[in-house]
């Protein structure tokens, strides 16, 4: 099974997954007690990565449907997705996790041309932006309780978060398909090569476990009533868990709140702050990665139009080195 984080294949496009094929699909696997019709109302919402809607039943209830795209995960791997989701609900942590259908844990259908398919209840609340320390202790308490939750045993068919994975993969794969333009290919491919290997050194004996694996301020949900809960457990990987800290952290000074109020729970392992600018990298390599992975895709070419010219990977390039001199560069705060 391939473990690269952008799929193992060609993915595939959603030409076919108009809104009746959404409804229809809908109404043939009802959610558990649930047998209302579709009222026809099916609003697309944003995402690249899969197709989700917006639908409404007859009684008035509203959902919202993920269709997967076909080529990234396989069942097993979704399941993994949806099974961490579930271990951090019973655990009284506050997430969105999807509806059963049949039974109890029973999350995810398949449509007749083949898209995995789950529903989930539709929420309300807003993203967290410029959070005061007593908030952002608050997040790294409940981060450290769904890492907690996560350790309690592996994700056995999920990626894992490593510099092979991150990094090597991705530059073997712009190498070989003669991605990078030509003009920025030698610097960029010796900056990446130089940041890995600055990188696995901190990554040796460190603790790899089930995590959010995409949680910035986009993916947690702020009910003023209820207070935070996590949603978009799609990009769930096998990885430190500083990951989860530093992508919420604008600054040093809030992951810095971030990592105490995480600390009041659980211990944050050895050498975890000294793996940050690393990581930053790698998540700018791999998104680099992900985009040319998906660039058939018209929707990927609206909205990077840019991305085959030779200024993206001039500037790419130039980040790329700036981020190599912070992870040099001594940190006295850690």
């Not at 050498?271 to 929707?299: F, N």
């Not at 790329?320 to 850690?334: D, M, S, T, V």
Request: glycine letters at 6%; charged letters at 30%; hydrophobic letters at 35%.
């Amino acid at each position: 099974m391939s473990q690269l984080s952008w799929g193992d294949g060609p993915t595939q496009y959603f030409f076919n997954l108009t809104p009746d094929r959404v409804m229809d699909a809908l109404e043939k696997n009802p959610i558990l007690g649930q047998e209302e019709r579709c009222t026809g109302y099916c609003q697309p919402l944003a995402s690249f990565e899969n197709r989700v809607y917006e639908v409404e039943f007859e009684d008035r209830v509203r959902k919202v449907a993920k269709f997967y795209r076909p080529g990234r995960w396989s069942e097993a791997q979704i399941q993994e997705e949806h099974d961490f989701m579930l271990d951090i609900r019973d655990a009284e942590i506050p997430v969105v996790v999807p509806d059963f259908f049949q039974k109890e844990r029973d999350t995810l259908r398949k449509t007749e041309d083949g898209l995995f398919y789950c529903v989930y209840p539709k929420v309300g609340g807003r993203q967290p932006e410029d959070l005061p320390p007593e908030k952002l202790e608050q997040l790294g308490r409940l981060i450290a309780r769904m890492h907690g939750v996560g350790v309690q045993r592996e994700a056995k068919t999920r990626v894992k978060l490593t510099p092979e994975v991150y990094g090597e993969a991705s530059l073997e794969f712009l190498l070989k398909d003669q991605i990078v333009s030509p003009s920025a290919e030698p610097r960029f491919e010796s900056v990446v090569r130089t940041i890995l290997a600055q990188a696995k050194p901190l990554f040796q004996g460190q603790v790899i476990q089930r995590i959010h694996g995409d949680c910035h301020a986009g993916n947690i949900l702020w009910n003023e009533k209820t207070g935070p809960f996590f949603i978009d457990f799609d990009d769930m990987v096998m990885g430190p868990p500083i990951q989860d800290l530093w992508l919420l952290a604008p600054d040093p000074e809030s992951l810095m709140h971030l990592v105490e109020g995480y600390q009041q729970m659980r211990d944050l392992p050895r050498g975890s702050l000294k793996m940050v600018e690393s990581l930053r990298a790698l998540r700018m390599i791999h998104y680099a990665t992900w985009i040319a992975k998906r660039y058939e895709d018209p929707a990927f070419q609206r909205a990077f139009p840019h991305f085959e010219s030779p200024r993206y990977w001039d500037e790419l390039t130039s980040d790329l080195e700036r981020q190599l001199a912070r992870i040099e560069a001594p940190k006295e705060i850690w």
